[in-house]
């Protein structure tokens, strides 16, 4: 499986999270999907943006270790494994600015 999720045209819906009484509890906590929309609401990203999910902090074995080789320290070429520090990046394509930075015409060269 690739570790990269691409999602197109997510729906998010707003949610309410709170207590009726200060010892009962209303909601569960929120989970991984409504904590991302509420990052997604504060941001201002719409419902037709275009947002990847990637993961961060992987490694893949580029090495070919044929048949016989030690389990404990050497994988087959292609494993993925996951680093204990691995993360999350979520990314919105639809905002990200393509422009690429121009010179500025007031600096003058140092060394000529």
Do not use: C
């Not at 037709?48 to 993961?55: A, F, L, M, S």
């Not at 016989?68 to 990200?96: C, H, M």
């Amino acid at each position: 499986m690739s570790p990269f999720f691409f999602f197109t045209n997510i729906k998010f819906f707003k949610l309410m999270i709170g207590k009726l009484d200060p010892d009962e509890r209303v909601m569960n906590e929120p989970s991984v999907l409504e904590k991302i929309n509420t990052i997604v609401e504060t941001l201002q990203w719409e419902t037709g943006d275009d947002i990847v999910v990637e993961i961060g902090g992987t490694q893949v074995s580029g090495i070919d270790v044929g048949e016989e080789y030690n389990k404990k320290w050497q994988s087959p070429i292609g494993t993925r494994k996951y680093n204990k520090d691995a993360f999350i990046v979520i990314k919105n394509l639809s905002r990200s600015p393509v422009e690429s930075s121009k010179p500025n015409p007031e600096l003058k060269q140092h060394h000529v």
